[in-house]
């Protein structure tokens, strides 16, 4: 029991303690959509299932840790196999796509729709005509350090008040 409370302690400080590096950054970056950068970002040959699509990638910021990435994104027609190693939440600004979970499960994601993908999962990407989002990126924690994060939760939260 004591391990465990050293452990969570131990955790809660090192997620508590401010980022040395976040003070080259400046507190707030805005940007239009629309006058970011986008550079070429070439879908890996071997997913491309139809069509030749092209896309495209900006960099909007990142943290200092950089465990998060805020980015536009932007694709031509075709038909792909796309993995996320990083989980990823879309908003998608322009245009459509329908993307098919590995479950089977299709949606339909226009402009103006919100989407969460999972780390480590894989979906294929249809896109009839072109699609631009907003991605938010963000490196899961190693399983060890996630399950001390969740401990500090649940103690903060009160759950487990009994150790």
């Known amino acids: 029991m004591a391990l465990k409370l050293l452990l969570a302690g131990m955790a809660s400080v090192a997620l508590a303690a401010p980022n040395r590096r976040a003070d080259a950054q ?9 006058h970011l950068a986008l550079k070429a970002a070439p879908i890996n040959p071997d997913w491309i299932i139809r069509g030749t699509p092209l896309a495209r990638i900006g960099e909007h910021s990142q943290s200092g840790d950089e465990a998060s990435l805020t980015a536009v994104w932007d694709c031509t027609a075709g038909e792909f ?17 329908h993307v098919t979970a590995e479950d089977g499960v299709q949606r339909l994601l226009k402009a103006g729709d919100i989407a969460y993908f ?19 990126l963000r490196k899961p924690f190693p399983e060890p350090l996630a399950t001390l994060y969740r401990i500090r939760n649940a103690l903060r939260r009160g759950k487990y008040s009994a150790l």
């Open 26 to 34: 400046p507190p707030v970056i805005a940007a239009n959509c629309d």
């Open 81 to 97: 196999r796309w993995f996320f190693g990083w989980d990823e939440t879309v908003v998608i600004q322009e245009g459509e796509v």
């Open 118 to 136: 999972r780390q480590g999962t894989w979906s294929t990407w249809r896109v009839d005509t072109y699609v631009r989002k907003v991605a938010f």
